[in-house]
């Protein structure tokens, strides 16, 4: 699971990215990889958040980026989880 949000405002001199996946790791099944940062400079962050299994991370995951679009992000980009996630 990819996805990759946006929040542009002129106004407030916003432009913004921020990207959620999961992904496995070495030392859990799963994680959920957010990164976040500014798309006018090489301003970037990452969290990781480890999971026990794919279904609690893929609900993770939509639980975060049904916050950001909340807070007026809009997804970009969106690839669905494959079968071996």
């Not at 405002?9 to 990207?19: K, L, T």
């Not at 070495?26 to 301003?43: H, K």
């Not at 969290?47 to 049904?66: D, G, M, R, Y």
């Amino acid at each position: 699971m990819l996805v990759l949000l946006t929040r542009v405002d002129p106004e407030e001199h916003m432009d913004r990215w921020y990207m959620v996946t999961v992904q496995p790791t070495l030392f859990e099944p799963l994680a959920v990889i957010c990164s976040w940062g500014n798309r006018q400079n090489d301003y970037q962050r990452v969290h990781i958040i480890p999971a026990a299994s794919p279904a609690q991370a893929l609900a993770l995951a939509e639980k975060i980026v049904v916050a950001k679009q909340r807070r007026g992000y809009r997804v970009v980009l969106e690839h669905p989880p494959t079968p071996q996630d």
